[in-house]
């Protein structure tokens, strides 16, 4: 895969964010994430119900990560180092230089521009540490908070729709 390299996850850093690996210390903030019923409303996923789920997860995602397979960022405030949500990069793929993107963002810290801040970092690294031309986002028509984050990211509102699920509305982000 272009830009990979299993042995080092890559950090980000914004102005007020780093962008890191997620570790089995953040268990809690990923179970607080994972099983908000208002983060989860408009995402088709199983709820997270234990510590062990939570654990679970993230040992999934550090694992497809190792494989090659994805990306998966804690948003952390750089002062704090509070967990304030996550970014994930997925079905990455080099042949048609595109991939997906995902993101969640714990209630208390929407509206604050963070989730603006982490999505630029990681295009910025789709577009240029990956070579990538295209991120692909699917959001849920209902979804207005997501909708506006993606046209202020300039994520442009594709005519096609998603063939798997009809409540998705897609956006993609070129370069």
């Known amino acids: 895969m272009t830009g990979m390299n299993s042995a080092a996850f890559p950090v980000l850093k914004t102005e007020r964010l780093t962008l890191r690996q997620l570790s089995i210390d953040d268990w809690q903030d990923i179970f607080a994430l994972r099983s908000d019923p208002k983060i989860n409303e408009f995402l088709d996923r199983q709820i997270c119900k ?40 997925f079905d990455l793929s080099s042949e048609n230089s595109s991939c997906e993107i995902g993101y969640e963002l714990m209630t208390e810290f929407q509206g604050q521009g963070i989730m603006t801040e982490a999505i630029q970092a990681v295009t910025d690294y789709v577009f240029h540490t990956l070579k990538f031309k295209k991120i692909l986002a699917f959001t849920h028509y209902k979804n207005k908070n997501s909708i506006n984050l993606l046209q202020k990211s300039n994520f442009i509102k594709s005519a096609e729709s998603s063939t798997e699920n009809s409540n998705l509305t897609i956006f993609t982000l070129t370069h």
């Open 50 to 89: 234990t510590k062990e789920d939570a654990i679970n997860f993230i040992n999934s995602v550090n694992g497809n990560f190792e494989k090659g397979n994805s990306f998966y960022w804690a948003i952390t405030l750089t002062k704090t180092n509070t967990l304030a949500g996550t970014v994930s990069l």
